[in-house]
């Protein structure tokens, strides 16, 4: 019963997309609503009920909103992650994680992207920088590292598949941020196992 709750808790979440979108058609709310259900879940199966646990499905929302906003405009809100930020330096201080880790996990991640955004000539907006600074404050810096890791494989995936597709061609620009979400939410839940799997193939 406690998990329908927390289910019902994150698919009501989508109703608050209607400040960061101007339209959001009932198709895409339903999505929504099912994708953060499931998050807010998994999420409830990890931790206790808390401010911590409340921290985190702040955090999943924001990752949900941050992606649809990506892919519907290619732009990446500074409001929501000004509240991304502000809920990580709560979370920080709540949970007791290392204060260093997290300003690390920060600038690991902005200046990562940053020379990315370099390299790229704005193939890598500016937005996706900023964003990877505030993931780095929730993961600390092993999991920025493991954050961006996938995030660039679950990219080159989907353009991969795009430009199979036919829907993209290598010189088309395809938003990033939901990669970003989507490595975050993994490095958040399962960053240890994966370092672990890591280290085993290399030893």
């Known amino acids: 019963m406690q998990m329908f709750n927390y289910f019902l808790l994150g698919a009501a979440t989508s109703t608050f997309l209607q400040y960061c979108s101007r339209f959001v058609p009932l198709w895409h709310k339903i999505l929504l609503s099912l994708l953060a259900g499931v998050l807010f879940c ?39 992650l000004l509240l991304l930020l502000l809920a990580g330096i709560a979370y ?39 964003f990877a600074g505030v993931l780095g404050i929730w993961t600390g810096i092993s999991g920025i590292l493991v954050t961006l890791y996938l995030s660039f494989f679950i990219g080159g995936i989907v353009a991969l598949l795009l430009c199979v597709t036919h829907r993209t061609t290598l010189k088309s620009r395809i938003p990033f ?22 280290w085993s193939l290399l030893l």
Request: charged share 15%.
């Open 92 to 130: 920080t201080g709540v949970t007791g994680c290392s204060w260093r880790d997290s300003f690390l996990g920060a600038l690991t991640g902005s200046a990562l992207l940053g020379l990315v955004f370099v390299l790229s000539k704005g193939g890598m907006g500016l937005g996706d920088v900023k």
């Open 42 to 80: 998994l999420a409830g199966l990890r931790l206790p009920w808390g401010l911590r646990l409340v921290l985190v499905w702040f955090f999943l929302w924001g990752l949900v909103a941050e992606s649809y906003v990506d892919l519907r405009y290619t732009i990446i809100l500074d409001e929501i």
């Open 177 to 198: 941020g939901p990669c970003l979400s989507a490595g975050a939410a993994m490095s958040f839940f399962f960053s240890s196992r994966i370092l672990d799997w890591y």
